[in-house]
């Protein structure tokens, strides 16, 4: 199946700077998406986004599906910002592959 | 629009106990997924509706895993008999188009 690699692992950022977390990905996709885990374990729909830019707010993402790769921005961090990003691919049609995740943390 | 429902929130069994989880999709939502997620891990699929029809369980463990999605809109998700490595939290999804939304999550722990 469709391979998914997050990076950074892990990520310690001090509340108002600004990352970039990458997700790359081993095939075309019909579908990417980004999600936000929570600390109570709920995952909060961040983009849609199987190609192209996006913007939410402080958030925004950028898939380049030709290159097999998505970038989510996230700029002015906050606390609440804290929890583990996903993203997720489809090829097929059927479920999603999601990678092992990208863990922040934001510290006051 | 009310979002994923799913029942229990939090379940403690003994290993080889049954368990039973419910999930209301979205409505209007054809398709429907259960995920496993572990501790530390992206979730993975475990089953796949669409309708009331099973689209993928390839990675079901149907020796002790069940699922049924009668009427094509609540599904169920048994277990039995519960392993240690049950262990998990257990997350519904659906979806119309192509966009997946997710439950909160049943968080099942077997001792």
């Known amino acids: 199946g469709i391979q998914v690699e997050q990076s950074p692992p892990d990520l310690i950022l001090q509340e108002g700077a600004n990352s970039t977390l990458r997700c790359n990905f081993s095939d075309s996709v019909n579908n990417l998406q980004w999600f936000h885990q929570n600390p109570w374990g709920q995952l909060i729909n961040l983009f849609y986004i199987p190609s192209g830019t996006k913007q939410n707010g402080r958030l925004s993402a950028t898939t380049v599906a030709t290159e097999r790769y998505s970038l989510l921005y996230i700029s002015s961090s906050q606390t609440t910002d804290s929890g583990v990003y996903f993203c997720?691919?489809?090829?097929?049609?059927?479920?999603?592959?999601f990678g092992k995740g990208t863990s922040l943390l934001v510290t006051p | 629009e009310a979002g994923v429902a799913q029942s229990p929130r939090y379940k403690i069994i003994e290993k080889r106990q049954s368990v039973a989880f419910w999930c209301n999709p979205i409505s209007g939502h054809a398709t429907l997924y259960w995920y496993q997620q572990i501790l530390g891990q992206g979730p993975k699929l475990l089953i796949q509706?669409?309708?009331?029809?099973?689209?993928?369980d390839s990675q079901l463990p149907k020796d002790r895993f069940s699922a049924e999605r009668l009427k094509g809109v609540d599904s169920t998700l048994k277990i039995q008999p519960a392993k240690l490595e049950d262990s998990a939290v257990y997350l519904c999804?659906?979806?119309?188009?192509?966009?997946?939304?997710f439950g909160p999550g049943t968080r099942l722990t077997v001792t």
């Open positions: 509706f669409q309708n009331n029809g099973v689209v993928d």
């Open positions: 999804a659906s979806s119309f188009a192509g966009e997946q939304y």
């Open positions: 997720a691919v489809d090829n097929s049609g059927y479920a999603l592959n």
